[in-house]
C-alpha cells in the first residue's frame, strides 16, 4: 500500500472519471487545447511564428521523493527546467499519475494543489495524461510542452574553445535538503539556524526553475543544459556533445550562505555540492565578447549568473580548487544505472 492515499477516515475515490473530473479538470483552466479531458488527445499548436519545444522526466516513489510525499510541484518544475535551458516559455503539460491502490481525497487535494502552484508559477497548465493502477512504486510522468521563436532553441552542442562557463542561482542546496530529509539532525554540530535548514529542504522538494533565465539562453548562450544530475556530470555531457573540454573554478561556482557555513564547518565540501544533483539551474557557455553584455541583462531581469570557467580544446572536465589544482571526485554526479 502506497503511503498517504488509504485510510480508513478518508473516502476513497472510484473510478478514473471521478479523479479526472473532480481533480484534474480544474487545472486545465479552461485551455481548448485539453478538449476538456474528454478525448484521447489534446491538440497543441503553438504561436504563430514559434517552434514547440518538448521534454519529459518521471518521478518515481523511493528513487526521486519519500514514500508519503506528493510531488506535484517538482514533478513540474523539473520539466520546466529542461524548457528553460532550450529558452522556451512554458506552455502546457501532460500528466501520467500511476498507483498502486486507489486514491484517496486527500492525497488528490494536496497533488493537486502542488500542481496548481507549480502551473501558477511557471504559467502553464495541464492539457492530458492518464491514471494506471500499478503492482509498483507511485510515478509521476511529466510531459512539458514549451515554445520559443522559430529556428532559436538552443542545445549542448554549440560549446567552443575560449567561452565562458555560466550558470544560474546556487549550486548545492537540494542535495544537502535531501541530507536533511533521510536525517534531520545531520547537520546539528554545524550550527545551521532552522531557516537555513527550512530553505535546503525546500529546494531539494520544491526546485524553482526561473524563467527570466530563458530569454538569455536564446540571446546569449552558444549550449546549455539544465543540472539535474550534478554540475560536473552535466558540464561533462555538454562538453562531450560539443567536442571539446571544459575547466571550472571551484571557488568561482556560486553557492548559499547556509552552504558555505557547512563548508566552513566541515559538515560538507566543494565536491559533494558540485556532483550531488538536482539543482535544476542552468549552466551555459557564452562567447568571452558576450560575457558584459548577459551580466548587464542578467542583472536587469534579476538573475543571478555567475561565471564559474572556460571551455578548452580536448575533452572532459577539470574542476580547480583554490590552489588551482585539479580536485579529486570520487564520483561526477548522479547515474541511474
Not at 59 to 79: C, R
Not at 148 to 154: E, F, K, N
Not at 163 to 186: E, F, K, M, Q, Y
Not at 205 to 220: H, I, K, N, T
Amino acid at each position: 500500500m502506497m503511503a498517504g492515499t488509504l485510510g480508513d477516515d478518508d473516502e476513497v475515490l472510484q473510478g478514473e472519471g471521478q479523479i479526472i473530473r473532480e481533480y484534474f479538470l480544474p487545472l486545465t483552466g479552461g485551455l481548448v487545447a485539453a478538449r476538456g479531458l474528454a478525448d484521447d488527445c489534446a491538440v497543441l499548436a503553438p504561436p504563430s511564428g514559434m517552434d514547440l519545444v518538448m521534454t519529459t522526466d518521471s518521478l518515481i516513489e523511493g528513487v526521486h521523493f519519500f514514500p508519503g510525499d506528493t510531488p506535484g510541484f517538482k514533478a513540474l518544475a523539473v520539466n520546466i527546467s529542461d524548457l528553460v535551458a532550450k529558452g522556451a516559455t512554458p506552455l502546457a503539460y501532460l500528466l501520467t499519475l500511476a498507483l498502486s491502490a486507489p486514491p484517496t481525497r486527500s492525497f488528490m487535494a494536496r497533488l493537486t494543489a502542488d500542481l496548481k502552484r507549480a502551473q501558477d508559477a511557471f504559467g502553464c497548465r495541464l492539457i492530458g495524461g492518464d491514471t494506471d493502477r500499478t503492482p509498483g512504486l507511485m510515478t509521476l510522468t511529466i510531459a512539458a510542452f514549451g515554445y520559443l521563436p522559430h529556428g532559436t532553441a538552443i542545445g549542448r552542442d554549440g560549446a567552443r574553445p575560449g567561452d565562458r562557463i555560466c550558470v544560474a542561482g546556487t549550486i548545492g542546496d537540494s542535495g544537502l535538503g535531501l541530507r536533511l530529509r533521510h536525517d534531520p539532525a545531520c547537520f546539528a554540530a554545524a550550527g545551521l539556524d532552522d531557516a537555513s535548514r527550512h530553505a535546503l529542504v525546500r529546494a531539494y522538494e520544491e526546485p524553482r526553475p526561473s524563467l527570466a533565465v530563458g530569454p538569455l539562453v536564446r540571446q546569449f548562450a552558444s549550449a546549455a543544459i539544465d543540472i539535474s544530475d550534478g554540475l560536473v556530470k552535466d558540464l561533462g555531457r555538454l562538453t562531450a556533445t560539443s567536442g571539446v573540454g571544459g575547466r571550472v573554478a571551484a571557488r568561482r561556482v556560486p553557492v548559499s550562505d547556509a552552504a558555505r557555513q557547512l563548508i566552513a564547518r566541515g559538515a560538507t565540501s566543494m565536491a559533494e555540492l558540485l556532483t550531488s544533483g538536482e539543482d535544476y539551474q542552468v549552466l551555459m557557455t557564452v562567447a568571452p565578447e558576450d560575457i558584459t553584455a548577459l551580466a548587464v541583462a542578467a542583472q536587469a531581469a534579476q538573475v543571478a549568473m555567475s561565471e564559474i570557467g572556460e571551455i578548452v580544446e580536448g575533452s572532459g572536465v577539470v574542476v580547480l580548487d583554490g590552489d588551482g589544482r585539479p580536485l579529486q571526485l570520487d564520483v561526477t554526479g548522479w547515474d541511474h544505472f
